[in-house]
């Protein structure tokens, strides 16, 4: 059985979505394409921005990871504005946003009602009033290595509906089949069942 990876890092991964950094041709298999906040370069956002639509080939799945950061060392009104034109971009091409998000819950839950395809925080790992506030505004989790260890996080993800996640490796060197089984197992449903089920979920998003 295959597993899917919704947000990695790795090229080998080919069940997933690879996440493209700059200046990287896209593999051939699927991948989202975005400007993290680090990556932003003040003085040459347009060119970033073209960047992005000229390599938005047939296996690009979403746009991201992009989002708000408060630990990066670039203005937040930047910040902002470069979320916001790649939301715009979502909107036009019709493809889900991987959001990512440090500290900035609440003001990335604003940008929501600029949105007209799903968005999807990655690596999610705060508290479970942060995953119902997101949830309640449409948003999807998507949960990573932290599931394995951190109690807390695994009462989170059990109180999050079936069809509103994903489960992702990031930057973690781990195989994903082992995050599946344990969320089968606090989901108490088959390994099989939550395949199928991230499956629909990825249909569902796709298809706005």
Known sequence: MEFFDFHHHKKYIKDGIYNLDIGQIPPDSLYSIGIHPNDIDSNNIDHQLNW???????????????????????????????????????????????????????????????????????????????????????????????????????????????????????????DIKELYLKVSELKEISLESLNKQIIENLEAIQNG
């Open 52 to 174: 992005m639509r000229n390599m938005m080939f047939q296996n690009c799945f979403a746009i991201g990871e992009c989002g708000l950061d408060s630990l990066v060392p670039i203005d937040q009104k930047i910040q902002e504005e470069v979320f916001l034109r790649q939301i715009n971009i979502s909107n036009e091409l019709k493809k889900p946003v991987i959001v990512h998000c440090v500290k900035k819950f609440y003001a990335v839950i604003s940008f929501k009602k600029k949105a007209e395809q799903p968005m999807i925080i990655h690596g999610f790992n705060k508290k479970q009033k942060i995953a119902e506030d997101l949830l309640a505004n449409n948003f999807y989790l998507s949960f990573g290595k932290a599931v394995l260890y951190n109690l807390s996080l695994q009462q989170t993800l059990k109180s999050t509906p079936l069809h509103r996640f994903f489960l992702e490796t990031d930057n973690d060197d781990f």
